[in-house]
């Protein structure tokens, strides 16, 4: 059970990185975090 908690936090966290990555990037970014959050809405 601890691990797959980790696990879901890494990927969060990755996640969240990439949100951050492409938002730097430029206008790109807002599209990417709306899928972002929706992959992990799907998540849970």
């Given at each position: 059970m601890a691990e797959e908690i980790q696990e879901a936090v890494q990927i969060i966290r990755v996640a969240y990185d990439?949100?951050?990555i492409a938002m730097k990037v430029g206008s790109g970014g807002i599209a990417a975090m709306q899928k972002?959050?929706?992959f992990l809405k799907g998540m849970l």
């Open positions: 990439g949100i951050e972002a959050i929706d």
